[in-house]
């Protein structure tokens, strides 16, 4: 039986208090004023004290408007009708659509049993060379991509929706500016992405509290459909906004502020979330790409700080590419000798060249001699960003392998390369 409360203890920010009781962590409520309703869960249980916050923000709600408690934790409807469809931070259509009342499935719920989870050991082919070259993303994989403002990791993200091998995107968005909001949309649309892709978008004017909301509402899809056979990429943006809603939501509920103002519980609200990244066993899988923006470029800041010890490497958006420095996959070894036998030599000796590189520039920067060596190295580094590290280049692996080989060729004599003589007897150009 619902409960009806017609009396709020107080309201503090966009969360309220009433005295309930059989009431549970996590139930959802929906709280009715004189200009309409809207729906709350709860956050915090403290004796018959409840506390909730409102996903539509608590403006406007008195201390007389009544409360009811629907007695079922926060849900989302699941079916294939989602995709090609985009959402607000509270599961409901921004796109103008029907809103899916159907097959109602709730959100948040633990990770998967380790003993059911499997090794993770195919490649998730993206196009993109600094990726699946240098930094193979591995299906079930959870990596976040570490930026600062103003570089164009939403650029990737849709880039890696658009051409990424898998069955269905679910592109989680916290915080966005409305025009990247549109930039995705318009995007995956004319590239005919958007009929595989789902999205869950709160923008910076909606309320704080559906940016919590997001990651959990797209995972508990994303699972749904693994569960279903399917290969599932959630692309996340961006997790600072999302501990920066947590922060938000912390202070409001006056816990005790931990490292820069952050809730002393970070690590494991990110760590629930990213955990979901699985192979299942009979079944299909989830990984996730998150971006992690870091403020002041600061690796330290709470928000990429906690995500490191989380996840499995990273990927460096510096200067609009990834960086071969700092960017690590660590289980690209799971798949990458398996791609072609020359992919783990290639990529290692073009990586230690383009360290020279690095140091030629910087004694040319100085106005030191250059050696022929330099030279060779210089050519080599400006061919190897704008062939394999620029964004904008778009080929399969193969190609990509074949055009580090041409590079190389250009720039060295077989020997310089230091590679093995039968990879070359194999691989180098005629």
């Given at each position: 039986?619902?409960?009806?409360?017609?009396?709020?203890?107080?309201?503090?920010?966009?969360?309220?208090?009433?005295?309930?009781?059989?009431?549970?962590?996590?139930d959802?409520?929906?709280?009715?004023?004189k200009?309409?309703?809207?729906?709350?869960?709860?956050?915090?249980?403290?004796?018959?004290?409840?506390?909730?916050?409102?996903?539509?923000?608590?403006?406007?709600?008195?201390?007389?408007?009544?409360?009811?408690?629907?007695?079922?934790?926060?849900?989302?409807?699941?079916?294939?009708?989602l995709?090609?469809?985009?959402?607000?931070?509270?599961?409901?259509?921004?796109?103008?659509?029907?809103?899916l009342?159907?097959?109602?499935?709730?959100?948040?719920?633990?990770?998967?049993?380790?003993?059911?989870?499997?090794?993770?050991?195919?490649?998730?082919?993206?196009?993109?060379?600094?990726?699946?070259?240098?930094n193979?993303?591995?299906?079930?994989?959870?990596?976040?991509?570490?930026?600062?403002?103003g570089?164009?990791?939403?650029?990737?993200?849709?880039r890696?929706?658009?051409?990424a091998?898998?069955?269905?995107?679910?592109l989680?968005?916290?915080?966005?500016?409305?025009?990247?909001?549109l930039?995705?949309r318009?995007?995956?649309?004319?590239?005919?992405?958007?009929?595989?892709?789902?999205?869950?978008?709160?923008?910076?004017?909606?309320?704080?509290?559906?940016?919590?909301?997001?990651?959990?509402?797209?995972?508990?899809?994303?699972?749904?459909?693994a569960?279903?056979?399917?290969?599932?990429?959630?692309?996340?943006?961006?997790?600072?906004?999302?501990?920066?809603?947590?922060?938000?939501m912390?202070?409001?509920?006056?816990?005790?502020?931990?490292?820069?103002?952050?809730?002393?519980?970070?690590?494991?609200?990110?760590?629930?979330?990213?955990e979901?990244?699985?192979?299942?066993?009979?079944?299909?899988?989830?990984?996730?790409?998150?971006?992690?923006?870091?403020?002041?470029?600061?690796?330290?800041?709470?928000?990429?700080?906690?995500?490191?010890?989380?996840?499995?490497?990273?990927?460096?958006?510096?200067?609009?590419?990834?960086?071969?420095?700092?960017?690590?996959?660590?289980?690209?070894?799971?798949?990458?000798?398996?791609?072609?036998?020359?992919?783990?030599?290639?990529?290692?000796?073009?990586?230690?060249?383009y360290?020279?590189?690095?140091?030629?520039?910087?004694?040319?920067?100085?106005?030191?001699?250059?050696?022929?060596?330099?030279?060779?190295?210089?050519?080599?580094?400006?061919?190897?960003?704008?062939?394999?590290?620029?964004?904008?280049v778009?080929?399969?692996?193969?190609?990509?392998?074949?055009?580090?080989?041409?590079?190389?060729?250009?720039?060295?004599?077989?020997?310089?390369?230091?590679?093995?003589?039968?990879?070359?007897?194999?691989?180098?150009p005629?």
């Amino acid at each position: 039986m619902q409960k009806v409360y017609t009396k709020i203890e107080s309201i503090v920010g966009n969360v309220i208090s009433v005295k309930a009781d059989g009431v549970r962590s996590g139930d959802l409520a929906e709280v009715t004023t004189k200009t309409g309703k809207s729906y709350a869960n709860v956050i915090k249980l403290d004796g018959e004290l409840v506390s909730l916050q409102v996903f539509s923000g608590a403006s406007g709600i008195s201390t007389g408007d009544s409360v009811r408690f629907l007695g079922v934790p926060m849900r989302v409807s699941f079916s294939d009708n989602l995709l090609g469809r985009v959402f607000d931070g509270a599961g409901k259509p921004r796109d103008n659509g029907p809103e899916l009342e159907d097959n109602m499935i709730p959100i948040g719920g633990p990770s998967v049993n380790p003993a059911r989870r499997i090794v993770p050991k195919n490649m998730i082919r993206t196009g993109i060379p600094m990726i699946d070259v240098f930094n193979t993303l591995v299906e079930s994989q959870k990596l976040p991509i570490f930026s600062i403002s103003g570089e164009p990791y939403n650029q990737l993200l849709a880039r890696i929706a658009m051409q990424a091998e898998v069955d269905i995107i679910v592109l989680g968005g916290m915080g966005l500016k409305y025009d990247d909001y549109l930039f995705f949309r318009d995007t995956l649309n004319k590239s005919g992405a958007l009929s595989r892709t789902v999205m869950f978008i709160h923008t910076a004017a909606d309320p704080t509290v559906e940016c919590t909301l997001v990651p959990d509402l797209s995972l508990a899809v994303a699972e749904q459909f693994a569960l279903q056979g399917k290969k599932v990429l959630v692309l996340l943006t961006d997790m600072t906004n999302y501990a920066d809603a947590l922060k938000e939501m912390a202070i409001t509920m006056d816990q005790v502020p931990s490292n820069r103002g952050y809730p002393g519980d970070l690590y494991s609200q990110l760590a629930a979330r990213y955990e979901k990244a699985v192979d299942f066993e009979g079944a299909g899988s989830v990984t996730i790409l998150g971006v992690t923006t870091m403020p002041g470029d600061d690796v330290t800041h709470p928000g990429p700080d906690n995500t490191g010890y989380i996840t499995e490497g990273q990927y460096y958006l510096k200067h609009g590419h990834i960086e071969p420095f700092g960017s690590l996959s660590r289980l690209k070894q799971n798949v990458n000798k398996d791609t072609r036998d020359d992919h783990r030599a290639l990529m290692d000796g073009m990586i230690k060249l383009y360290a020279s590189y690095k140091d030629s520039l910087e004694k040319k920067s100085m106005g030191f001699l250059m050696s022929d060596w330099d030279e060779k190295l210089l050519k080599y580094g400006e061919m190897f960003e704008k062939q394999l590290m620029d964004l904008s280049v778009n080929i399969p692996l193969e190609e990509a392998l074949d055009t580090g080989w041409k590079i190389l060729s250009q720039c060295f004599s077989p020997e310089e390369t230091l590679l093995k003589s039968d990879l070359i007897a194999k691989y180098w150009p005629k």
